[in-house]
C-alpha cells in the first residue's frame, strides 16, 4: 500500500503525494531555548526523526528543517535573571538541546535556523502583510487583521465567532479585534531589539515560522509537524500569516503528535512534575526512552511512568538477547545461502512492517514486526541446522527496520546504519566523478567495520557480517 497520513486539516488519512516527486520538504516547529528540553519535546524530536528515517528508507530525499526560537519574552526573563544576554542564554541551550537531541538518538536536521538570523525576511513579511491590509500598526505594535482572511480557523475547524467565545482572550484596547494576533512588538526599555519601518522592537512568535518556512523550504510544503498544542493558535496564525501573503497552501499535510501525562497527570509547570531529557537520559537508555515514544501511536496521548519504563526495557532486552544468539551462533553456523522459508518468513515480516509504517506511521505495529521476527529467528535457532546465510538474513532484516526506528543499542565501534548509508552515496559519488582513491578508501574502511556491500537491481545494499 502507499503511504497514507493523517492530515490535520482534513481529519483524514491521506495518500501522501509530494509536490516534487522523490522530494520531501518537511519543517517541524522547534524549541524556545530558554531552558532544557523536557520529555514533552522528547515525543515529536524522536516521532518526527522516525518519519524523516522512513522516508529516507523509502527513497525520499528528506529537506528537514527544524527552527529555534532564539528570542522571546522566556529568554528575556531568564537572561535578567541569570545576569546575562539573550544571546548568551540562547547559545547555552542551543548548545544542550544538541546534546540532549543527539543523546535521544535523533539525527540533526538539514537546517537549523534561529529566528535571530532572519530577522531582515521576518521584517519584510510582515511589511508585505500591511501592503496587502491584512496587518496594521497600533502604538508600534503590529497585529494581523483576522477578520480579512476568511479561513482563520480552518486547521482547528473553528470560526471567529466559536473562537471570540470559546476562548478567554487578553482585551487589548490597540486591536481592532480580540483575535488579532501579534506580529511586531515595540520595545520596552532595556530589552534587546531591531530596527523596522514601525520602530524599534522584535517579532511575535508565530510570523518567525512563516518566515522561515518561505526562506529555507518555499511557498508550500509537504509536511508541517509540531506538537497537538500547536495547532491552535500557533499553526493557525501561521497559515493565516502565510497563505494571507502568498496566496498559496503554506503545507500539503499537517501532522501533530499528541500529548506526555506524568504519571497519568498532564504535565505543566503548576504541578512541577516537568522532567527533562538530561537527567532522564542519566538514568534511562536512550533506547529505552525512544522504545516508550514509539510504542503508542502519535496521535494519542502517552503516559509516562516507572512500569512504562520498565516494560519498554524488557521488551528490548528480549530483542537484545535475540539478537546476541544469532551473532553467537553465527561464528559455528554451516556456510550457505539463506534457506528459502527464512527468506519467505523475512519477507512476509518486512512487508508487515512497511504496511504499518505506511499505515499513518504506525509505530506501535512497526514494533509487532519485530518482535514477530525475533520469535522466528528463535525459533531457528532451536531447530537441528543453522546456516550462515540464514542468520545474516535475519541480522540484515534487524538492521533494517532498526534504521528507521532507531531502538536498538549500537556497539561502540559499530558504525551507525545512516552514516554507512552516508559513505556509501559519497562512494558513489567518487565513482561517477572517476575518484577511484576515495572510492576505494571508502570500500575498505566499510570492510574494516565489517560491512559487506552488495550490487542488487534495485542498487547497492549492505549486510553486516
Request: some cysteine; overall charge negative.
Amino acid at each position: 500500500m502507499a503511504l497514507k497520513i493523517y492530515n490535520t486539516m482534513s481529519r483524514t488519512k491521506e495518500s501522501f503525494v509530494p509536490l516534487t516527486p522523490g522530494k520531501v520538504k518537511m519543517y517541524v516547529c522547534g524549541p524556545t531555548v530558554y531552558d532544557y528540553i523536557h520529555i514533552g519535546n522528547a515525543r515529536p524530536l524522536i516521532f518526527f526523526d522516525v518519519v524523516r528515517r522512513y522516508l529516507e528508507s523509502e527513497g525520499y530525499e528528506v529537506s528537514y528543517v527544524v527552527n529555534f526560537t532564539d528570542v522571546d519574552d522566556k529568554l528575556i526573563k531568564k537572561a535578567n535573571e541569570a545576569g546575562s544576554s539573550v544571546p548568551e542564554v540562547a547559545e547555552r541551550f542551543i548548545a544542550q538541546y544538541h546534546e540532549d537531541a543527539g543523546g535521544l538518538g535523533v539525527r540533526e536536521a538539514s537546517l537549523h535556523p534561529r529566528v535571530t538570523q532572519n530577522m531582515e525576511e521576518i521584517i519584510a513579511f510582515i511589511a508585505g502583510l500591511v501592503d496587502k491590509g491584512l496587518a496594521y500598526e497600533s502604538g508600534g505594535d503590529v497585529y494581523y487583521r483576522t477578520s480579512k482572511f476568511p479561513d482563520y480557523g480552518k486547521l482547528s475547524h473553528q470560526n471567529l465567532e466559536e473562537l471570540q467565545f470559546g476562548i478567554r482572550i487578553e482585551v487589548d484596547e490597540r486591536k481592532e479585534n480580540p483575535q488579532d494576533f501579534v506580529l511586531w512588538k515595540a520595545a520596552k526599555p532595556g530589552e534587546i531589539s531591531w530596527s523596522s519601518p514601525w520602530g524599534e522592537g522584535r517579532p511575535g512568535w508565530h510570523i518567525e515560522c512563516s518566515a522561515m518556512v518561505r526562506k529555507y523550504l518555499g511557498d508550500t510544503i509537504d509536511i508541517h509537524g509540531g506538537g497537538q498544542d500547536l495547532t491552535f493558535p500557533h499553526h493557525e496564525c501561521e497559515i493565516a500569516q502565510s497563505e494571507g501573503l502568498t496566496g498559496h497552501p503554506m503545507a500539503r499535510y499537517w501532522m501533530h503528535n499528541g500529548f506526555v501525562n506524568i504519571n497519568n497527570e498532564k504535565m505543566s509547570k503548576s504541578l512541577g512534575n516537568g522532567i527533562n531529557v538530561n537527567r532522564l537520559l542519566q538514568s534511562i537508555p536512550a533506547e529505552a526512552i525512544r522504545y516508550f515514544m514509539l510504542s503508542g501511536h502519535y496521535r494519542n496521548p502517552l503516559n509516562f511512568s516507572d512500569d512504562a519504563v520498565e516494560q519498554a526495557k524488557n521488551s528490548l532486552q528480549r530483542i537484545e538477547n535475540c539478537l546476541a544468539n544469532l551473532r553467537h551462533r553465527l561464528g559455528s553456523a554451516e556456510p550457505g545461502e539463506a534457506e528459502a522459508s527464512v527468506r519467505e518468513t523475512i519477507e512476509s515480516v518486512r512487508k508487515q512492517f512497511k504496511a504499518k509504517m505506511d499505515d499513518d506511521f504506525n509505530t506501535p505495529d512497526a514494533i509487532t514486526a519485530i518482535f514477530e521476527l525475533v520469535q522466528a529467528a528463535n525459533a531457528y535457532l532451536a531447530g537441528a541446522r543453522v546456516v550462515a546465510g540464514s542468520i545474516e538474513a535475519f541480522l540484515a532484516q534487524f538492521e533494517a527496520m532498526d534504521r528507521v526506528l532507531g531502538i536498538l543499542a549500537k556497539a561502540e565501534d559499530e558504525l551507525p546504519g545512516d552514516e554507512i548509508d552516508r559513505l556509501i552515496a559519497e562512494r558513489t559519488e567518487a565513482r561517477k566523478a572517476k575518484n577511484w582513491a576515495r572510492a576505494d578508501e571508502i570500500r575498505d574502511l566499510l570492510m574494516e567495520r565489517g560491512i559487506v556491500l552488495e550490487d542488487t537491481p534495485q542498487g547497492i545494499r549492505w549486510r553486516r557480517k
